[in-house]
């Protein structure tokens, strides 16, 4: 069965010895300390070993005749097969063995691109631009549900709305220093971020009477720039910007310590930039106390009066800011808390959950964790594959696929508390989590813009732009993550039916939880993209919105992932928008969500995925009719609006869905579109460097007729410029010389009055010469014709 092979391994046993003992022997050859002969080493123990182990030795020496002992011709392949896996030369690392190192091998899971986590060395640390200083302080916070509902603010429309005051009058006890914005781009990073020591930005305490705030953001997904104290106990604070840009100022998340039990604080945020917020509508922010999470084991709550969402009437002649103050009063003396936008998810957070699922000795069988690619700043962005074991090719085959991401846009955390839900369920021991293996590959984004995380962007990565518009990018370099995600996606399509995409955001300005997708112009699939949607709402009716979704497709949105995965060929494209504020539905309806609540919706999102591959279509058809009617309702509302009439009856489903549907508010995204900030800087030099060669190089002639025009402009320039010439030398002349004032109506108009005025001083006796005439006339002549 092997004949080749075990030529192949008598020749190259018999012609090449031990590697160390031929190393051994050239080295001290070439030092002069060997001058044995190289047919010496043949008698050493080592080579005699080699020879011993040589499964032709084994078959031919050691074992006597191989007819005599070794009849069986399958057993003597066998066991040469056998010392062939067995060699340490000849042994393949792609294969693995059992503890009996048996014959059977299996093949070795693919090495990673990179290294991904281990329980032999720590989590990788994040690395940060080196503009930015970093505390060596270990931010964690538990996890925690209310155990009653938090309900949102009532205003009562008695809310006070402070004066901006800023610095000049205040004083600042809080200030990030050389903080990148506009006009510089990122360079390089490092664990760690900033170089040398770490600066001490709040102020000293000058005693323990000193009731002064403690201020601190440079910690991962902190944002805070600074803080003035205008009061005893008020303070009004800046945000910062997305690293590399002058806008997107949303998300907040900063530390606070030295804190007063009894006195009521307020605070004022004064440059957030949308005029539109949920804070409007009674979000409050949350809160976090570091004793009641040691004491009494109480995480993120949702806290605040008096809150008051307004426009600030500081006019620098910039963009219009926006404010946002609240007054509250701290549980403890002398505690440490956290205010935030939203229940923070960080990059760490992430590696953590990781960690333990790749640990999990069963979650780890059916769910392989690789890396896609390094972010700009070098940090891994995590690919998870979760599918149970196929028992045969066609089987595998046979599978569709999912595609999830989450966190695009950095500040919208709410993203990964679904996506924490989702994984939670699918790697469950769930009967409905092992058929969900069993029919669909997951691929799985948890983090796709770990950079803005890691810095506390609220939108963009470090590349100044927004991610989200940049899904048709050519530009591997300046957005691996986008880059690297959509040719997976294509990739997966040449294998294998993607059945939905979703990604998961977070939205500013509406309550409830809803998508966004894309109308499908096939016939045959009408409406099918609604279809799961509707199915959610059913299955979540206290925090999903059916009527808050949207199915257009606008211009300014054609680089989001849904539409270029839309116009890919994924028929269920969608953006998954979950409220930072609560629920209008249900029994929820008044309240916040909690992460719980956001959690639950992964494990719906699951629940859905079964309802719409069921086998018995008697739901799908079911949602189908009742779409078909809601939009018959919908178009009926329409033309009754426009004052027309409309025969429902007839060709009514060919009307184009985008004519009845609203655009997507709320996005103010498409402001981060464009070129990546460094490349813009290049492109605008280039484009001025372009503008001043064209400046300066001639224009070139294409026809002869340009040829010819040209040569005739200069002709005539030439001769009016030699008839100035003479008019100057006769103005020289004898002053008897006279112009006959006929002749100067045929010069230029614009000479006219200039040379009437030289013939006048002229003596009025002395006529034109003849010859003058034709020197002017040929310029005069073009000009009347």
Excluded at 91 to 115: G, I, K, T
Excluded at 240 to 251: A, E, G, S
């Amino acid at each position: 069965m092997f004949p080749a092979l075990e030529t192949q391994l008598n020749q190259e046993t018999h012609r090449l010895p031990d590697p160390y003992e031929d190393f051994m022997y050239r080295h001290l050859q070439y030092y002069g300390y060997f001058k044995a002969q190289r047919g010496s080493l043949s008698n050493s123990a080592t080579y005699q070993h080699i020879q011993k182990n040589n499964p032709q030795y084994l078959l031919n020496g050691s074992l006597g005749e191989k007819d005599d002992l070794i009849p069986d011709t399958l057993q003597k392949e066998k066991l040469l097969y056998s010392h062939m896996l067995s060699s340490p030369r000849l042994r393949s690392r792609q294969l693995l063995y059992d503890e009996l190192d048996e014959v059977n091998p299996r093949l070795r899971e693919p090495r990673e691109l990179f290294s991904i986590l281990s329980t032999k060395r720590p989590l990788q640390a994040p690395r940060w631009p080196t503009e930015c200083e970093v505390i060596k302080e270990n931010i964690h916070h538990i996890e925690w549900a209310p155990p009653q509902l938090e309900y949102l603010y009532q205003p009562t429309g008695n809310e006070k709305v402070p004066e901006i005051v800023g610095e000049k009058k205040g004083t600042v006890v809080y200030q990030l220093d050389s903080v990148p914005t506009e006009g510089s781009y990122f360079t390089s990073s490092r664990v760690g971020g900033k170089r040398g020591i770490i600066k001490q930005l709040a102020v000293t305490l000058q005693g323990p009477e000193d009731n002064t705030l403690l201020f601190e953001s440079r910690f991962e997904s902190g944002n805070l720039q600074k803080a003035v104290r205008v009061d005893t106990y008020e303070y009004e604070l800046t945000l910062r910007t997305d690293l590399y840009t002058n806008k997107h100022t949303q998300w907040f998340y900063f530390r606070v310590q030295n804190t007063r039990k009894d006195p009521t604080y307020r605070f004022t945020i004064v440059n957030l930039l949308k005029s539109k917020s949920l804070y409007t509508v009674g979000m409050k922010p949350l809160l976090y106390s570091q004793l009641d999470a040691d004491t009494r084991n109480i995480g993120w709550r949702r806290e605040g009066n008096e809150i008051k969402y307004y426009k600030n009437n500081t006019d620098d002649g910039q963009q219009p800011f926006y404010c946002l103050t609240w007054t509250i009063q701290f549980p403890y003396d002398q505690d440490t808390c956290f205010f935030a936008h939203f229940y923070p998810y960080t990059y760490t957070d992430l590696q953590c959950y990781l960690l333990s699922v790749a640990n999990n000795p069963i979650q780890s069988q059916f769910c392989k964790l690789r890396t896609l690619c390094r972010s700009l700043a070098g940090n891994t962005v995590y690919l998870l594959t979760i599918t149970n074991p196929s028992q045969t090719p066609q089987e595998a085959a046979a599978k569709k696929a999912v595609v999830l991401s989450a966190r695009v846009h950095p500040g919208e955390s709410n993203g990964s508390w679904v996506m924490k839900g989702f994984l939670d369920f699918i790697l469950s021991n769930s009967p409905d989590a092992r058929l969900l293996r069993d029919i669909f590959v997951f691929k799985v984004l948890p983090m796709l813009n770990p950079d803005g995380v890691i810095v506390g962007n609220y939108r963009c990565s470090l590349a100044g732009r927004d991610l989200n518009r940049h899904y048709k990018t050519i530009l591997k370099e300046s957005f691996p993550c986008i880059w690297y995600t959509r040719n997976m996606i294509k990739r997966l399509l040449e294998e294998r039916e993607v059945l939905l995409y979703c990604d998961f955001h977070g939205h500013s300005r509406k309550n409830n939880i809803f998508l966004y997708g894309c109308n499908n112009n096939n016939h045959k699939y009408w409406l099918h993209e609604r279809v799961f949607p509707l199915m959610l709402s059913k299955n979540a009716p206290d925090k999903f919105s059916f009527h808050s979704c949207n199915f257009k497709v606008q211009k300014c949105k054609e680089g989001t992932g849904r539409v270029v995965m839309w116009r890919m060929g994924i028929l269920n494209s969608y953006t998954m928008e979950s409220t930072f504020g609560g629920s209008t539905l249900g029994s929820k309806k008044g309240t916040h969500f909690t992460t719980e609540d956001l959690k639950s919706l992964g494990y719906h999102v699951c629940d859905t995925l079964l309802d719409l591959c069921d086998p018995d279509q008697t739901k799908f058809t079911q949602c189908l009719a009742e779409l078909k009617e809601l939009l018959r309702q919908k178009i009926h509302k329409k033309f009754n609006e426009l004052g027309r009439d409309k025969d429902l009856e007839g060709s009514w489903s060919n009307i184009s869905l985008s004519d009845i549907e609203s655009s997507t508010s709320g996005s103010d995204s498409s402001l981060s579109d464009g070129l990546p900030v460094h490349l813009a800087n290049i492109a605008d030099e280039l484009n001025q460097k372009k503008k001043m060669l064209q400046r300066k190089k001639k224009k070139s002639l294409q026809t002869r007729k340009q040829r010819n025009e040209q040569y005739q402009r200069k002709n005539l320039m030439r001769k009016l410029k030699l008839t100035e010439d003479t008019a100057t030398n006769f103005s020289r002349r004898d002053k008897d010389t006279r112009l006959d004032s006929s002749m100067v109506t045929l010069i230029l108009p614009k000479n006219k009055e200039r040379i009437q005025t030289n013939f006048n001083r002229r003596d009025k006796d002395t006529p034109l010469d003849p010859s003058m005439t034709t020197l002017i006339l040929p310029k005069n002549k073009e000009k009347m014709q």
